[in-house]
């Protein structure tokens, strides 16, 4: 599939599933015991293929009466409850409040062994299903965890002083990618990057700048990955229009999950798979928007639309355009699944 190869059928991918309702709604007890095996066994029964096991994030400090932690890269993590009973893990703020705070810091070592435990630990599950699932690794990258963890205000600031942003992005380079050589060495078959380059309405940074600084290591993670024959998967949210060609010589194998609520009509998963698609999977795209508020006709034909036109040949993993999050109902994600399930087969046979 992602060598541009038709499996059996299109796999599935979520980046997060955090929706208390739809997990009820299949017999599963999202407050149970059980961690990967109980997430793992949850998405093999909506027919979610592609699960994720964490290799990075972890917390560093515990914030005051349970309601969060500093993770490793310095980013203030918070639990935030909806009605329904799903906890959210969000963002709220950085640690970092200067390039001293940071260098005070005592940098996350790749060498942790509860990183690698906890791919294995996915990697045992998948098996004990019967590879129902494929498990990924995952962790945290260069842009997404620096920006955070200083806040875009530090972080904004700090850009204007080459030095000391150059030595934060590259501490994270040479993190990320011992920590994907360690994986790719023990057999991980593909890593997910947590690296988020934009918004809605574009970049963090200048193109340039993410020539300077992101992409030579992305390059070298790219590298390494394939020389075990281990694939990267990018996830990055916002328009990614100026830098996508930059991405595609890194070596990236997969992106997602190519926001369809993008502010520029240039960034269209349609338009990119027609100047791309030879060269990259794509995954998701299905907007979340569209899952919590849309007419199902509406979320039928959009997902139909999906499939004929990115799935035929391979290179496409079917998904949201971010994560299924509590606003997302029960019937229009049947509804999205629906459509997979009835057309997902190949070869694809679908003209309306």
């Given amino acids: 599939m992602i060598n541009h190869e038709e499996p059996d059928r299109i796999p599935a991918f979520e980046s997060a599933f955090t929706n208390n309702t739809i997990m009820k709604h299949y017999g599963i007890d999202p407050r149970g015991a059980g961690g990967y095996k109980l997430i793992y066994e949850f998405l093999g029964k909506v027919g979610i293929d592609l699960v994720l096991s964490y290799v990075s994030l972890f917390p560093r400090r515990f914030l005051k009466r349970g309601k969060g932690f500093i993770d490793e890269y310095g980013r203030i993590m918070k639990f935030e409850p909806y009605k329904d009973g799903t906890q959210i893990l969000a963002y709220h703020g950085g640690h970092f409040k200067s390039f001293e705070d940071y260098e005070s810091w005592e940098p996350p070592d790749p060498n942790l062994k509860t990183r690698l435990v906890q791919f294995l630990k996915g990697r045992q599950i998948q098996k004990d299903m019967n590879d129902e699932v494929f498990s990924i690794p995952a962790t945290g990258s260069l842009m997404e965890c620096t920006w955070e963890g200083f806040g875009l205000e530090t972080f904004s600031r700090l850009l204007s002083r080459h030095k000391e942003i150059k030595k934060v992005f590259d501490d994270r380079g040479s993190f990320t990618l011992e920590v994907v050589k360690i994986l790719a060495e023990n057999d991980a078959q593909m890593v997910l990057l947590w690296d988020d380059y934009g918004f809605k309405n574009g970049l963090f940074m200048r193109p340039s700048q993410y020539q300077k600084y992101i992409f030579p290591w992305i390059k070298q993670i790219c590298d390494a990955a394939h020389k075990h024959d281990c ?55 299905l907007s979340p928007i569209m899952l919590a508020f849309g007419e199902i006709s509406e979320i039928e034909t959009y997902a139909k639309r999906l499939i004929r036109e990115l799935a035929p040949g391979g290179g496409y993993i079917f998904g949201s355009g971010h994560s299924i999050n509590p606003a997302v109902t029960i019937d229009r994600f049947e509804a999205m699944q629906n459509i997979r399930r009835k057309y997902g087969n190949y070869p694809i046979h679908l003209s309306d």
């Fill in 231 to 285: 694939k990267i998967l990018l996830h990055s949210d916002g328009d990614l229009t100026e830098i996508f060609q930059d991405i595609i010589t890194c070596g990236v194998d997969v992106i997602n999950p190519v926001e369809s609520t993008i502010a520029n009509p240039d960034y269209d998963i349609f338009k990119l798979n027609e100047k791309y698609g030879d060269k990259i999977t794509f995954s998701g795209n």
